[in-house]
């Protein structure tokens, strides 16, 4: 596996806050990475050093290049769309066009003007003049007519209806995403975007408290809901996070097998949510 | 890097709609006076005799009239360029942030430096540019106008404005005027980039607040007048016009107004622009403007929030 993103002990504090604490971690080509965390977990910050917004301390690397200090180049291989509201509110469709036809050497026109006759997305309107939707549609046109080799998105779909979101994201997958190309995204709404992933990131207090592949999860962790008369037998196989469902006890084990736990109760893998709560909780606890 | 700094230039023109608005306004009203001027004015008899009185002189006196109308039509365009440019680049970088399009632009293989730079050259030359191309087109509109009125009241319009009027001579002098008040007031242009690229707030109170207090401060402090010279005297002392001190030989009573003409007909005879490019302030003035746009590019650069 190549590694396009390649961070080793970065940190970056405002302050006495330590928004990225010592963080090491690889993005392989070709991946769907989710970084999931709450809010002021480092998650922007971190994508912002990524980047090259924001400096930092300890060795990154993006495509074999610093972010920070190499930017302009790093730029014609990446897109990101940090937030739905970035997009100039003054600038017309074709400006738009005419504007990144001019700078980016590798934004296809062509293939821009094919993904808007898709929409309804005029090309003498101005961004100011377009519904929320539209403009995400928009910025995901122009992105997706980019031949970027990571594209980063930040909670690109705040904001939307449900519609905008489903279709947002059936869109990356069918004219964005290949071999070739990686994302990674943030979102709150984890559910949605559960089926996409290759691989996930948890992220609390500026660390990483989980990275793996989607295809490992299962194997790494699993739930067991069991009845109480049952719970303590299960507490030995020591669960590191408990929760209260119905009267019964949902408990989330990590490297323990299947086998192991078998018979003490109904066995499944916890999607990513519920994993979510249960490592920064557990962690806490 | 050019072909990026092409793209940036229109994206600005796209932004600031004023770079364009604000010269064809002052155009519509200049053009609008003079038609209006002459149609409402009732003592035709009068004009009748003006243009008598212009068929009796020389011809240089003739061209020496025509500049000064010529000059009188620019003068508006000249401070109303500098109100823009003031306004301009006081929005130039915080517009963007405002609006919080900045990520955007900076997702762009587009470096902080060539953003700023565009910026630079908006102010620096793109307004003059466009400036002094309105006010051609004023000029001849104008004259234009006046021509159609000589001919309807039976003087010869080629006889009185079109043979003796020195257009390329004026516009050649307003040009090197146009270029030259933006780099001789260069520091507060850097200033007013600075400003914008860092103030969270009303970039034109920010940036007017020292201009006016550290004169005050000073006097207070010091009782002298060093740094109200460096703002206020020195802005108004362009050494562009060398013979500008001759100048007013021009407006004397009584002189003999022909020979006048004769000698200071040309404006561009009148620009010094040796003395001007050598003025050791000048340069201290662009190295002032250029420390501050390098402020501006770092603050672009280096700051994390909006």
């Known amino acids: 596996m190549t590694s396009l993103v390649s961070a080793r002990n970065v940190s970056k504090s405002f302050g006495a806050l330590r928004a990225v604490d010592d963080v090491s971690f690889d993005i392989g080509k070709g991946r769907i990475m989710g970084l999931i965390g709450p809010n002021g977990a480092g998650k922007t910050t971190l994508l912002k050093a990524v980047l090259g917004l924001t400096d930092c301390q300890g060795s990154l690397s993006v495509l074999g290049l610093d972010p920070f200090r190499q930017r302009r180049e790093l730029m014609q291989n990446i897109c990101f769309i940090a937030d739905v509201a970035v997009l100039p509110r003054w600038i017309k469709v074709s400006q738009l066009l005419d504007f990144l036809q001019s700078v980016h050497p590798n934004f296809s026109r062509d293939r821009a003007e094919e993904l808007l006759a898709q929409t309804n997305i005029k090309k003498n309107s101005k961004v100011r003049e377009l519904s929320k939707g539209m403009v995400t549609q928009l910025h995901l046109s122009i992105i997706t007519a980019i031949d970027a080799k990571l594209l980063v998105l930040d909670e690109p779909t705040i904001g939307l209806d449900i519609i905008f979101r489903k279709e947002f994201y059936g869109n990356l997958l069918r004219d964005y995403f290949d071999e070739e190309r990686t994302i990674i995204i943030t979102t709150h709404q984890v559910e949605e975007i559960e089926n996409l992933l290759t691989d996930v990131m948890f992220i609390n207090d500026g660390r990483i408290v989980l990275d793996t592949t989607m295809e490992d999860l299962p194997e790494q962790y699993v739930e067991l809901m069991v009845s109480p008369d049952n719970a303590d037998k299960a507490r030995q196989f020591n669960p590191f996070y408990e929760r209260d469902v119905f009267g019964k006890q949902v408990m989330t084990f990590e490297g323990v097998s299947r086998e192991q736990l078998q018979g003490l109760g109904d066995l499944r893998a916890p999607d990513i949510a519920d994993l979510f709560v249960a490592k920064v909780k557990g962690e806490a606890a | ?306």
């Open chain 2, 1 to 306: 890097m050019i072909q990026t700094q092409i793209a940036l230039l229109r994206r600005e023109f796209w932004e600031h709609r004023a770079i364009l608005v604000v010269p064809v306004v002052v155009a519509v009203v200049m053009s609008l006076a003079s038609l209006t001027g002459q149609v409402s004015f009732d003592h035709k008899e009068l004009l009748d005799m003006g243009i008598v009185g212009a068929q009796n002189l020389p011809e240089n006196a003739r061209a020496l009239a025509l500049s000064g109308i010529m000059v009188t039509l620019s003068s508006p365009f000249v401070f109303a360029m500098w109100i823009l440019t003031i306004f301009y680049t006081l929005d130039s970088l915080y517009a963007e942030r405002k609006d919080r399009s900045i990520l955007f632009w900076r997702s762009i293989p587009v470096t902080d430096f060539e953003t700023v730079l565009s910026k630079l050259l908006t102010a620096m030359i793109a307004i003059p540019v466009i400036t002094l191309a309105i006010i051609i087109a004023t000029h001849l509109l104008v004259l234009l106008n006046i021509s159609i009125w000589i001919d309807l009241r039976g003087g010869s319009p080629w006889h009185l404005i079109w043979s003796a009027v020195p257009l390329v001579d004026n516009w050649v002098a307003t040009l090197a005027l146009l270029v030259a008040l933006p780099l001789w007031l260069s520091p507060f242009i850097g200033w007013f980039l600075f400003v914008s690229a860092f103030t969270k707030r009303s970039p034109l109170l920010t940036a007017a607040l020292p201009i006016v207090l550290l004169p005050m401060l000073e006097k207070m402090m010091f009782d002298s007048e060093v740094i109200a010279e460096a703002f206020f005297v020195r802005s108004v002392q362009m050494p562009l016009f060398a013979g500008l001190d001759n100048m007013e030989l021009l407006f004397q009573e009584g002189g003999d107004f022909a020979a006048l003409a004769d000698a200071k007909l040309s404006l561009v005879s009148l620009l010094d622009l040796g003395g001007f490019i050598t003025n050791p302030q000048l340069w201290i003035g662009l190295i002032v403007c250029g420390l501050f746009s390098a402020a501006a590019i770092y603050v672009r650069r280096y700051r994390d929030e909006i």
